[in-house]
């Protein structure tokens, strides 16, 4: 899909772009909040309709016929949750390996309300050494917005913690399912 099609289907959805930050060429890009299958689809026009690609991960249970193609075609990356490899090492490896890779990554891991966010969005990107992105899809005003770029420290609980507080004027689509910081 090209930019003016994105953008446009997301006029039509009421949706705008607000603060969109330069282009980082390797990065980690952490969406919030996600408590709906939604946020995929308004994030993923969004950043085409800024003329960006980024690869994404799903469940390899998604990666059948034909939805395998589809989902390929468009950045999917599988995860199968059972093997004992590691997803961060793996990932690591293509960022190491390609000139350009930008993967995004919802960090509280479900939809479902959760205290804790999963930390593997920051291992990838801490062992990667490239910056995470962080990115807003507001409900409350159907705006996607670049908050900032981070720069992992090494200490994963308080940057998470620090990263976290940044999305705390967000609205999700489900306010009863995103746990903001205190």
């Avoid at 390797?26 to 980024?54: E, Q, W």
């Avoid at 609980?157 to 609205?171: M, P």
Wanted: hydrophobic share 40%.
């Amino acid at each position: 899909m090209n930019k003016r099609i994105s953008n446009f289907i997301l006029k039509l959805m009421g949706w705008k772009i607000g603060k969109i930050l330069p282009e980082e060429s390797k990065c980690v890009i952490a969406v919030a909040p996600h408590t709906s299958n939604m946020d995929f689809i308004i994030g993923k026009l969004a950043y085409t309709a800024i003329g960006r690609t980024a690869n994404f991960l799903i469940k390899k249970e998604w990666f059948f016929f034909p939805f395998n193609h589809l989902f390929n075609s468009i950045g999917g990356i599988a995860v199968d949750r059972d093997r004992k490899t590691s997803i961060t090492d793996k990932l690591a490896i293509e960022f190491e390996t390609r000139d350009k890779f930008q993967l995004a990554i919802t960090p509280e891991g479900t939809r479902k309300p959760t205290k804790r966010w999963r930390k593997g969005f920051y291992y990838i990107a801490s062992k990667a050494n490239v910056p995470i992105v962080l990115v807003a899809l507001d409900y409350g005003t159907k705006t996607v917005s670049f908050l900032d770029t981070f720069y992992p420290t090494g200490d994963a609980d308080k940057d998470i913690e620090l990263i976290r507080s940044k999305y705390n004027n967000v609205e999700a689509k489900h306010p009863e399912q995103f746990v903001k910081t205190s």
